[in-house]
């Protein structure tokens, strides 16, 4: 199971919550089903397989120029929405 699958599992989240809040960030005029359907492809593609995202392409450029890229997570229970 990958990070974010992790960090979904232990917010007791889907990914439709995921592009929900998402949404709520990219497209605040969206409702939340709204932003679900714009939205929800693209975070089921990032969850399941992030390393095949944009972010996949930027971390492999980097890696390529001899730096790493490094996420920092916080607590799940310390994070915010």
């Known amino acids: 199971m990958n990070t974010l699958l992790q960090l979904l599992?232990?917010?007791?989240?889907?990914?439709?919550?995921?592009?929900?809040e998402y949404g709520k960030r990219e497209s605040p005029e969206l409702t939340p089903?709204?932003?679900?359907?714009k939205y929800g492809s693209m975070i089921r593609k990032a969850v399941n397989d992030p390393d095949r995202t944009k972010h996949g392409t930027i971390k492999q450029l980097i890696e390529i120029l001899g730096g790493e890229l490094v996420v920092r997570v916080k607590r799940v229970e310390d994070m915010s929405f």
């Open 9 to 20: 599992d232990e917010k007791k989240w889907n990914a439709s919550d995921l592009a929900r």
């Open 33 to 37: 089903d709204e932003a679900i359907k």
